[in-house]
């Protein structure tokens, strides 16, 4: 409308109309004729000496009446629709308001004096602006309140009035943050479903009410950025309001955002322990905000107990970093009646933020682990030369006496692979499978079964093994439980010649190839101090005496090298010949001479020609390959620190720009002369983990003994190994601390269980947790669900974890020959707070709203014109009464000057100038009156 407004030919018939006076004024002085009168002429005289002052108050005059026309028609135009601020919407209006109730939403802030949080803010919002505003248009308003967490269930009210918001308030009061997390985009969609239910015939208005988090929108803006441009397009207008604090402002490129500290992950290594035996716990914490957290203290709740757990303490969180500790929990004891009952035998641990944070949110100082109590553990080892398991030859000789004697509260089962028929194997916390030579089909299916459950297996393998069986039967193509293809031969039996030459060279005889596998959970203890920081690895030492002389030669090549589900942990060093690896050392050497003989490098060249020259040497003579390492290792210094004074002046040396390309091939030369085959892997399958070795666990067989790790020198660092290896293979599936709202979807076995399944909820009280007193564990009611069976197999979808906790799954076990034999088992899994996407509360930048959310204004609280504009009311200037109060004004001032300016001169004035003609223009003066008769004389 205002392109019409402005159009020219209502611009041009509106000047007419303001010019009218001017025009009428100038018709009228042609109406004046002059005529020569003498009275007139002295008139005219005594007129002149005013004339500047006349003629400004005539000017005057014609401006109040050109004002008071123009005014009057900008008033008029508004009724006919030119108005600038025409309301297009005033019509019957939806709104759908999505209200975020994420954790992040309960973030605590101090406001003008006030302790308050965005939800309170969103909510106040919602009933006393929004809902308000709304009410006051003269056509019907209605509203849907589309709470994240609770979809499923909206809040419609179909006409705005007083009454409604009333019970809107009344709904709204008790919410508070949910602990469930739950993207904008699935709000958003629900609320295109509720207004679409509307029909076309109304205007359709979502609100969105959220404190906008940057991880959100990086995490959603793609889904939120293609709904929008729907939206948009198919005509619903769309406000994003951000209440978080402080009120965003159109200058800010980044909104200011709060600090928080949280509890991100609470694991503990074994998720079942027997009675007695310590557990470590690892506890893992963030700082997100902007500023240094110092003095974080956790306490810890054993089932609902204080102070059987030490509290600890992390010293300092950079901002925006984390912090790992590990946590001892001392043994936990079970009596007899809770060793009977399944459920009885889990145990809640949780870990709460002890330190009284200023802002922040409090959902995610608090985090929930589980573990379950035996009287006993069960291993269950099957040795393919069984007949020998008694004796030093056996293949699990050494790893039966280290659990028996060092591991302690742990049952040993021996068996043979024709158990794995007759065994169920879920009451065994790990499977070892030593020297196996096959499986069959059927055990093969047991035992995928079984780590998909979240079972431990692991495999020692050795001469016995037939490969093509491991290909077929436990890879089959990267689909198995095993993680790799073997070769068709073991590695050649070394000549005593290499064994000598070996034991010449002190190396270590076991390497990682990566330094971040020192933080995979099936090593990590053997490399973290008491407090989970990194520690120097002693144990290593004895890599230097683990003889490894014969293994199954596993190539890095082919498809399990891209699942990422499989990783390398150890490899053996290479035993190739030296003279293999004579060209590329001298191709490699003399780019880098040829840099080195430049001026500029002339201080770092009394280290390097030593070294060029012991590398060139080495690789031309007849020393083991893993001399040639050490040479190329030290000329690197890119892998070890011993301190010797050469190692920071080549570290800059390699560190010079023109040297990357250089550096780069000598560091693959290096990595293709010192590591060898792999020699300890892992898997990730389903919900368990697979660990294999490629030598055996220590047997003697009729070729001769492949490894003296277990017995030898070497031994403490393979008692090491076995024992992070067991806490591996039984601290529980991977994605053991699911968050609340997560969905689980599992699938079992229907020849095992029964479909019919119960489920409860063991929960502790977060503010009791947080105040520091014992918190009674609360077992809530248990419900009875029946799973949908589809040929053998039983599919079990479980979404309704929507507070933290511990969740039991209690199903009906078969076993027996006939399945005729049943027991319970119950499952226990851990749900908790989204602390690290909930924890960062920084807020999305303006430049990424823009970009994710194009042509979608962004209101703040503070923002209170577009409020207004949801009455459906004109707010312009036209409606302000100062107007009507100048407008008024105006025409008391054009009366005034009408009449002073008119020719109804005041009879003084007229005297005042010329009395004379005061005289003849008099109109209607009295006549002078008669004299009175005079008076008769007196009688006499």
């Known amino acids: 409308?205002?392109?019409?407004?402005?159009?020219?030919?209502?611009?041009?018939?509106?000047?007419?109309?303001?010019?009218?006076?001017?025009?009428?004024?100038?018709?009228?002085?042609?109406?004046?004729?002059?005529?020569?009168?003498?009275?007139?002429?002295?008139?005219?005289?005594?007129?002149?000496?005013?004339?500047?002052?006349?003629?400004?108050?005539?000017?005057?005059?014609?401006?109040?009446?050109?004002?008071?026309?123009?005014?009057?028609?900008?008033?008029?135009?508004?009724?006919?629709?030119?108005?600038?601020?025409?309301?297009?919407?005033?019509?019957?209006?939806?709104?759908?308001?999505?209200?975020?109730?994420?954790?992040?939403?309960?973030?605590?802030?101090?406001?003008?004096?006030?302790?308050?949080?965005?939800?309170?803010?969103?909510?106040?919002?919602?009933?006393?602006?929004?809902?308000?505003?709304?009410?006051?248009?003269?056509?019907?308003?209605?509203?849907?309140?589309?709470?994240?967490?609770?979809?499923?269930?909206?809040?419609?009210?179909?006409?705005?009035?007083?009454?409604?918001?009333?019970?809107?308030?009344?709904?709204?009061?008790?919410?508070?943050?949910?602990?469930?997390?739950?993207?904008?985009?699935?709000?958003?969609?629900?609320?295109?479903?509720?207004?679409?239910?509307?029909?076309?015939?109304?205007?359709?208005?979502?609100?969105?009410?959220?404190?906008?988090?940057?991880?959100?929108?990086?995490?959603?803006?793609?889904?939120?950025?293609?709904?929008?441009?729907?939206?948009?397009?198919?005509?619903?207008?769309?406000?994003?309001?951000?209440?978080?604090?402080?009120?965003?402002?159109?200058?800010?490129?980044?909104?200011?955002?709060?600090?928080?500290?949280?509890?991100?992950?609470?694991?503990?290594?074994s998720r079942v322990a027997a009675r007695g035996q310590p557990i470590d716990l690892e506890l893992r914490l963030k700082n997100s905000g902007?500023?240094?957290?110092?003095?974080?203290?956790?306490?810890?709740?054993?089932?609902?107990?204080?102070?059987?757990?030490?509290?600890?303490?992390?010293?300092?969180?950079?901002?925006?970093?984390?912090?790992?500790?590990?946590?001892?929990?001392?043994?936990?004891?079970?009596?007899?009646?809770?060793?009977?009952?399944?459920?009885?035998?889990?145990?809640?641990?949780?870990?709460?933020?002890?330190?009284?944070?200023?802002?922040?949110?409090?959902?995610d100082n608090v985090r929930h682990a589980v573990v379950e109590v035996r009287p006993r553990l069960s291993v269950l080892v099957l040795e393919g030369r069984d007949q020998l398991r008694d004796s030093p030859k056996g293949d699990g000789f050494y790893l039966r006496r280290l659990f028996q004697d060092a591991f302690g509260g742990i049952e040993w089962v021996d068996g043979s692979p024709a158990d794995l028929d007759r065994r169920d194997l879920r009451p065994?916390?790990?499977?070892?499978?030593?020297?196996?030579?096959?499986?069959?089909?059927?055990?093969?299916?047991?035992?995928?079964?079984?780590?998909?459950?979240?079972?431990?297996?692991?495999?020692?393998?050795?001469?016995?093994?037939?490969?093509?069986?491991?290909?077929?039967?436990?890879?089959?193509?990267?689909?198995?439980?095993?993680?790799?293809?073997?070769?068709?031969?073991?590695?050649?039996?070394?000549?005593?010649?290499?064994?000598?030459?070996?034991?010449?060279?002190?190396?270590?005889?076991?390497?990682?190839?990566?330094?971040?596998?020192?933080?995979?959970?099936?090593?990590?203890?053997?490399?973290?101090?008491?407090?989970?920081?990194?520690?120097?690895?002693e144990i290593e030492r004895y890599f230097l005496f683990a003889n490894i002389d014969r293994y199954w030669p596993v190539k890095r090549f082919g498809k399990w090298r891209e699942d990422q589900s499989v990783r390398e942990l150890y490899c053996l060093p290479n035993d190739a010949s030296v003279a293999e690896f004579e060209g590329p050392v001298r191709d490699a050497l003399d780019k880098m001479k040829a840099k080195a003989n430049e001026p500029k490098f002339e201080k770092y060249r009394q280290y390097l020609d030593p070294l060029d020259r012991r590398v060139r040497e080495t690789a031309a003579g007849t020393a083991p390959l893993a001399s040639l390492a050490t040479y190329l290792d030290r000329l690197l210094c890119d892998q070890i620190n011993d301190g010797d004074p050469s190692e920071p002046v080549l570290r800059e040396f390699w560190g010079q720009p023109e040297m990357t390309d250089i550096k780069g091939e000598v560091q693959r030369l290096r990595d293709a002369v010192k590591y060898g085959d792999p020699l300890y892997l892992v898997k990730d399958f389903g919900r368990g983990r697979v660990a294999v070795f490629t030598t055996d666990a220590g047997g003697a067989h009729a070729s001769g003994s492949w490894t003296d790790w277990p017995a030898g020198t070497g031994?403490?660092?393979?008692?090491?190994?076995?024992?992070?290896?067991?806490?591996?293979?039984?601290?529980?599936?991977?994605?053991?601390?699911?968050?609340?709202?997560?969905?689980?979807?599992?699938?079992?076995?229907?020849?095992?269980?029964?479909?019919?399944?119960?489920?409860?909820?063991?929960?502790?009280?977060?503010?009791?947790?947080?105040?520091?007193?014992?918190?009674?564990?609360?077992?809530?009611?248990?419900?009875?669900?029946?799973?949908?069976?589809?040929?053998?197999?039983?599919?079990?979808?479980?979404?309704?974890?929507?507070?933290?906790?511990?969740?039991?799954?209690?199903?009906?076990?078969?076993?027996g020959a006939n399945n005729d034999l049943e027991r319970p088992e119950v499952r226990a899994l851990p749900f908790n707070v989204d602390a690290t996407r909930e924890g960062d509360l920084r807020r999305a930048a303006r430049d990424d709203l823009a970009q994710q959310a194009p042509g979608v204004p962004v209101r703040s609280p503070d923002d209170t014109a577009w409020i207004t504009n949801l009455k459906q009311k004109r707010d312009d200037f036209s409606t302000r009464r100062w107007l009507y109060l100048f407008i008024l004004l105006a025409l008391v001032a054009e009366q005034a000057m009408a009449v002073r300016l008119s020719r109804h001169t005041r009879p003084e004035d007229t005297e005042l100038l010329a009395p004379s003609a005061a005289a003849a223009f008099a109109r209607g003066t009295p006549a002078a009156a008669a004299a009175p008769p005079p008076e008769e004389p007196a009688a006499v």
Not at 499 to 520: A, N
């Open 290 to 363: 902007a500023t240094e957290a110092r003095d974080v203290q956790v306490r810890f709740l054993l089932h609902g107990k204080q102070n059987l757990i030490p509290t600890t303490q992390i010293p300092s969180i950079p901002p925006y970093q984390e912090r790992t500790t590990v946590v001892t929990v001392p043994g936990i004891e079970i009596g007899e009646e809770e060793a009977k009952d399944a459920a009885k035998r889990f145990k809640v641990i949780t870990a709460v933020l002890a330190n009284q944070e200023p802002g922040g949110i409090a959902a």
């Open 715 to 815: 031994a403490p660092a393979w008692l090491a190994v076995m024992a992070e290896l067991h806490k591996y293979l039984s601290g529980g599936p991977a994605d053991e601390n699911r968050s609340v709202g997560s969905v689980l979807d599992e699938s079992l076995d229907a020849t095992r269980y029964r479909p019919a399944l119960s489920r409860s909820v063991l929960s502790i009280d977060l503010a009791t947790a947080l105040a520091g007193r014992d918190a009674e564990v609360q077992v809530g009611k248990a419900e009875v669900e029946t799973m949908t069976q589809n040929k053998d197999a039983l599919a079990f979808r479980f979404g309704k974890a929507t507070e933290p906790g511990v969740y039991l799954f209690t199903l009906t076990a078969l076993s």
């Open 1 to 269: 409308m205002e392109a019409l407004f402005t159009h020219p030919l209502t611009m041009a018939a509106g000047a007419a109309l303001v010019s009218a006076p001017v025009i009428i004024h100038l018709i009228n002085r042609m109406r004046f004729r002059r005529v020569r009168w003498a009275a007139m002429e002295f008139l005219l005289k005594a007129q002149k000496r005013m004339r500047r002052k006349l003629i400004i108050e005539q000017l005057l005059l014609l401006f109040l009446r050109c004002l008071l026309v123009f005014l009057a028609g900008v008033l008029f135009a508004r009724f006919l629709g030119f108005g600038t601020d025409e309301r297009e919407d005033a019509r019957a209006t939806a709104h759908a308001v999505v209200l975020d109730d994420s954790p992040s939403m309960g973030e605590a802030i101090l406001a003008e004096g006030r302790q308050t949080t965005p939800f309170a803010e969103a909510k106040t919002q919602i009933t006393d602006k929004i809902a308000p505003a709304a009410a006051q248009a003269n056509t019907p308003q209605s509203m849907d309140v589309l709470v994240l967490s609770a979809l499923d269930t909206p809040r419609g009210v179909d006409r705005l009035n007083d009454a409604t918001i009333g019970d809107l308030k009344d709904y709204l009061r008790p919410l508070n943050p949910s602990p469930v997390r739950v993207g904008l985009a699935d709000g958003l969609r629900k609320a295109k479903e509720r207004l679409d239910a509307k029909g076309d015939e109304v205007a359709k208005v979502i609100h969105v009410v959220s404190d906008l988090r940057a991880l959100d929108w990086a995490e959603d803006g793609d889904a939120v950025k293609q709904l929008l441009t729907e939206y948009t397009a198919a005509g619903v207008r769309v406000n994003l309001i951000d209440v978080a604090y402080p009120a965003r402002r159109d200058q800010d490129r980044q909104p200011r955002s709060g600090d928080n500290v949280g509890i991100v992950e609470l694991r503990p290594r």
């Open 428 to 537: 065994f916390s790990a499977v070892y499978l030593i020297n196996v030579p096959a499986v069959t089909e059927s055990q093969r299916e047991k035992l995928e079964a079984y780590v998909k459950g979240g079972g431990g297996l692991a495999f020692f393998l050795g001469p016995d093994v037939r490969p093509a069986a491991y290909r077929d039967q436990l890879y089959r193509g990267g689909a198995g439980v095993f993680p790799m293809p073997l070769p068709d031969e073991p590695s050649k039996a070394l000549t005593p010649e290499q064994k000598l030459g070996r034991q010449l060279v002190l190396s270590k005889r076991v390497l990682t190839r990566d330094g971040g596998v020192k933080q995979h959970p099936a090593v990590s203890g053997m490399y973290q101090g008491e407090r989970g920081g990194g520690k120097d690895a």
